[in-house]
């Protein structure tokens, strides 16, 4: 069975089960379900969020990411593979939520962020706080004793 198959379907369960909580309606799961796009590239998928978003531009990202101006580019352009934790960087950068982070984690084959890695829990609740760069993800990691993970990642440049 497919590994993202299974992982695109426990959410889907958890969602209805949010749905039976009362925490999200039956008509906005639907919907969200419509809309879902498919994507088969990582370019393609950070090509559509950024035709949504006119304030996430590569030179934003490039600032709020602390990745090379280069590097950003081969990642947009679908030059680069990047690892984990560049891509998480480029996705805080673009500020995109959980939910895309973890889809465009997917798409590049990388693993998706996980609540039981220390690292990982800490920057996803940055995510969900909004932070909007790695600067702010990286001082609230070392504020809470935890290693950055964006530092040992390896030089982008």
């Known amino acids: 069975m ?16 949010h749905i039976s ?7 906005t799961f639907l919907n969200e379900l419509k809309e879902e796009k498919t994507f ?23 600032r709020d990411s602390n990745l ?4 950003v580019y ?29 889809k465009a984690l997917s798409l590049a084959g990388c693993s998706e962020l996980h609540p039981k890695n220390p690292a990982d829990a800490g920057i996803i609740v940055c995510i969900n706080q909004n932070y909007k760069n790695v600067t702010e993800v990286d001082i609230f990691l070392a504020e809470n004793g ?4 964006f530092s040992k990642d390896g030089a982008d440049k």
């Open 146 to 149: 935890v290693e950055s993970p």
């Open 21 to 27: 909580q009362g925490k999200k309606s039956y008509q």
């Open 74 to 102: 081969h990642i947009c352009d679908g030059r680069k593979n990047p690892s984990k934790y560049k891509l998480t960087a480029l996705c805080i950068g673009a500020h995109m939520n959980l939910r895309e982070t973890q």
């Open 68 to 71: 090379s101006k280069n590097y």
């Open 40 to 62: 088969t590239s990582l370019k393609d998928f950070i090509s559509d969020y950024m035709s949504h978003r006119q304030d996430v531009t590569i030179p934003s990202i490039i």
């Open 2 to 17: 497919n590994v993202k198959k299974e992982t695109r379907t426990t959410i889907l369960f958890q969602e209805l089960e």
